[in-house]
């Protein structure tokens, strides 16, 4: 993993950092907006929750104007039209799945691998952030695990009639991450972000949120190859 005393050595003035921060920034940024418009859609989809969802959404609503003061902070203009083709396909996915009613596969892509990048991605960042960001990011962090967990609930309370359903999901949206890890490695990198710590953690967080669901290890390996087959 990347440490933190590379910090030292970054320089969050100097154009090349700008430049990287204007895509990861706005990669964050879009990320947390779509989330609130995810969570707004799952409340149509799960009525009985549509407190506890809208709740979530005004969360993620939060965490962007926080993203957007830090790119204020550092000066720089997020790119948010790369930042909208990063998630065109799991927003696309999910679009799809909602307007089919498939609420597990809505909840595998934004209440697990969306947050569970997000917190890979955040617990990353914090150690080689500046010290504004590193404020922000601790902040939200800890509310991704509140997002995360709603999903675990859910789907291990169906866990029996949604498992097929979450199998086929997995297969369709997990190899998605790898090509986002591959587009952003570069920028990751320049921030002080190593692509390996990335994955790491991802697997990590993925593989937690899925054995509480209820999939025995190996189903966990036999799923995670979906995702390393496109690394």
């Known amino acids: 993993m990347t ?3 590379a910090t030292t050595v970054l320089d969050y003035t100097s154009d090349s950092y700008k430049d990287a921060y204007s895509r990861i920034n706005a990669i964050v940024i879009e990320g947390e907006r779509e989330a609130h418009d995810n969570y707004l859609q799952l409340g149509k989809l799960l009525p009985q929750h549509t407190d506890e ?3 979530l959404a005004k969360m993620e609503a939060r965490h962007k104007k926080g993203f ?3 790119g204020r902070n550092l000066s720089v203009t997020p790119n948010m039209e790369f930042a909208q083709a990063f998630f065109a396909q799991l927003h696309g996915n999910f679009q799809a799945a ?3 009613g ?3 596969t809505c909840l595998l892509i934004q209440a697990l691998i969306i947050e569970c990048f997000a917190i890979a991605a955040y617990n990353i960042y914090i150690p080689m952030a500046d010290p504004f960001a590193r404020k922000i990011t601790e902040g939200v962090v800890k509310d991704e695990y509140t997002h995360l967990n709603f999903g675990e609930v859910w789907l ?8 097929a359903e979450l199998e086929q999901a997995n297969r369709d949206n997990l190899p998605i991450v790898w090509k986002m890890l591959n587009a952003v490695e570069a920028d990751a990198k320049v921030l002080g972000m190593e692509k390996d710590a990335l994955v790491e953690d991802f697997m990590i967080q993925y593989s937690g949120a899925l054995e509480n669901i209820g999939f025995t290890t190996r189903e966990i390996m036999k799923m995670s190859v979906y995702g390393l087959t496109a690394a």
């Not at 291990?156 to 498992?163: H, I, Y």
């Open 3 to 5: 440490t933190a005393t």
């Open 53 to 55: 969802l809208v709740r």
């Open 68 to 70: 957007e003061a830090c």
């Open 98 to 100: 909602a307007a089919e």
């Open 102 to 104: 498939k609420i597990a």
């Open 156 to 163: 291990k309370a169906n866990f029996a009639t949604v498992k």
